[in-house]
């Protein structure tokens, strides 16, 4: 796992989230694949699981959401794919900076990482 810092500096690399989110995609579809019953629910699940068990996001946590919806936004001037991926990228950091290890977090953050966004897992 990395750390939260680590996350951060992905975030504003000018690299990582332009390979995602630079792309002529059809956004709407994509956000709406997420709303599959199996996607839908780890995702909560997982969000329950983290936030019960780890303190409030701290400043980092905040900056990490705050500056991954800002670079989102401006690459695809879609707010709300821009709230998914700030909400996926703070739970993953919270995750990771509070050693919780869970597979549905963990595949989040590996298909990010291999320069897609998660739409199933």
Known sequence: MISASEIL???????FLEIIFKKNTDWD????????????SAWSVSYEKVTSSCP???STLKEIRETTF???YLMS???DLAGY???????IAQ??????DIDF?????KIYTQGEFPIQI
């Open 95 to 100: 995750a990771f900076e509070n050693k919780i």
């Open 9 to 15: 500096s992905k975030v504003n690399d000018g690299v």
């Open 85 to 91: 991926v700030s909400d996926d990228m703070g739970l």
């Open 77 to 79: 001037k879609n707010s």
């Open 105 to 109: 977090i963990n595949k989040l953050w």
């Open 56 to 58: 409030p996001e701290d």
């Open 29 to 40: 579809t994509q956000l709406d694949s997420r709303y599959s019953f199996e996607f839908d």
């Open 70 to 72: 800002k670079n989102v």
